[in-house]
């Protein structure tokens, strides 16, 4: 498909590239092509697919939004997201294992793990009453 917007995205992937000190090879091989002949294509209009998109604002460190010219924050920035941890799956281990670089002792590790599990407790409770 050729758009207006391809060239937005061959301009926006050049000028990032340009600050990351990459020429279009180097973001066209890093993104999984063999040539960089797909990245020029945009500049004559042509609108990549999302997952090719997606791949060089991969590649770029940078985010698909802003090669569409959809936010002018062209730094990725790390997602605040945290992954659930169900501490019943938890060994004792596997929770605190040191602190300060220092082995914890069992009966240490045993207090921790308590007071992690309540923590969460509190907090589901929390989550219900909303």
Same mark, same amino acid.
């Given at each position: 498909?050729?758009?207006?917007?391809?060239?937005?995205?061959?301009?926006?992937?050049?000028?990032?590239?340009?600050?990351?000190?990459?020429?279009?090879?180097?973001?066209?091989? +890093?993104?999984?092509?063999?040539?960089?002949?797909?990245?020029?294509?945009? +500049?004559?209009?042509?609108?990549?697919? +999302?997952?090719?998109?997606?791949?060089?604002?991969?590649?770029?460190?940078?985010?698909?939004?802003?090669?569409?010219?959809?936010?002018?924050?062209?730094?990725?920035?790390?997602?605040?997201?945290?992954?659930?941890?169900?501490?019943?799956?938890?060994?004792?281990?596997?929770?605190?294992?040191?602190?300060?670089?220092?082995?914890?002792?069992?009966?240490?590790?045993?207090?921790?793990?308590?007071?992690?599990?309540?923590?969460?407790?509190?907090?589901?409770?929390?989550?219900?009453?909303?």
């Amino acid at each position: 498909m050729t758009t207006k917007n391809g060239y937005v995205i061959f301009s926006k992937i050049q000028e990032i590239a340009n600050k990351r000190g990459m020429s279009i090879r180097q973001v066209a091989l +890093k993104s999984g092509f063999n040539s960089p002949n797909a990245i020029y294509r945009y +500049k004559q209009g042509v609108s990549p697919r +999302k997952t090719t998109l997606n791949a060089i604002a991969e590649a770029l460190h940078t985010t698909p939004e802003y090669l569409l010219g959809e936010t002018d924050d062209w730094q990725k920035h790390k997602s605040a997201q945290t992954k659930k941890i169900n501490l019943d799956e938890l060994e004792d281990d596997t929770v605190l294992a040191t602190l300060n670089g220092k082995p914890l002792s069992d009966n240490t590790k045993k207090r921790y793990y308590a007071l992690l599990k309540a923590l969460d407790e509190t907090d589901n409770e929390n989550k219900q009453r909303k």
